[in-house]
C-alpha cells in the first residue's frame, strides 16, 4: 500500500496550488481521507478530511475558504486545491488514510514573494 503526493513547489503570496496524493494497493474508494501538513521547525498540522464518497468535508479553521479538499475515486486519486495562499502556509503536506494509518512522502508547499 502506497500513497505518493504530488504538486507542491513554490508560489507567491495569493496565488494558487493543486496537490494530488495517488494511492495504490488498498481499497482507496473505502478508507476516508485526510490532509496533514507540517511547518518548519514546528508539529504536524491536520488541514482537512473527506469520506468516502466525496462529500462530506471538514476543514481546519485556518484554511476553510480558501482550500478544497476533493477525491476521484475512479483515478484512486486526492485532491487540495490551494487558493489565496499566504506565507503561513509554507510547510510539507502530507495525505494520510482515515486515523492515519498510512502515510505518503509528502509534497513541499512555499509560499514566498
Known amino acids: 500500500a502506497q500513497l505518493v503526493e504530488s504538486g507542491g513547489g513554490l508560489v507567491q503570496p495569493g496565488g494558487s496550488l493543486k496537490l494530488s496524493c495517488a494511492a495504490s494497493?488498498?481499497?482507496?474508494?473505502?478508507?476516508?481521507m485526510s490532509w496533514v501538513r507540517q511547518a518548519p521547525g514546528k508539529g504536524l498540522e491536520w488541514v482537512s478530511d473527506?469520506?468516502?464518497?466525496?462529500?462530506?468535508?471538514y476543514y481546519a479553521e485556518f484554511v476553510k475558504g480558501r482550500f478544497t479538499i476533493s477525491r476521484d475515486n475512479a483515478k484512486n486519486t486526492l485532491y487540495l486545491q490551494m487558493d489565496s495562499l499566504k506565507s503561513e502556509d509554507t510547510a510539507l503536506y502530507y495525505c494520510a488514510t482515515g486515523g492515519f494509518a498510512l502515510w505518503g512522502q509528502g509534497t513541499q508547499v512555499t509560499v514566498s514573494s
Open positions: 494497493g488498498f481499497s482507496f474508494s473505502t478508507y476516508p
Open positions: 473527506i469520506n468516502v464518497g466525496g462529500i462530506v468535508k
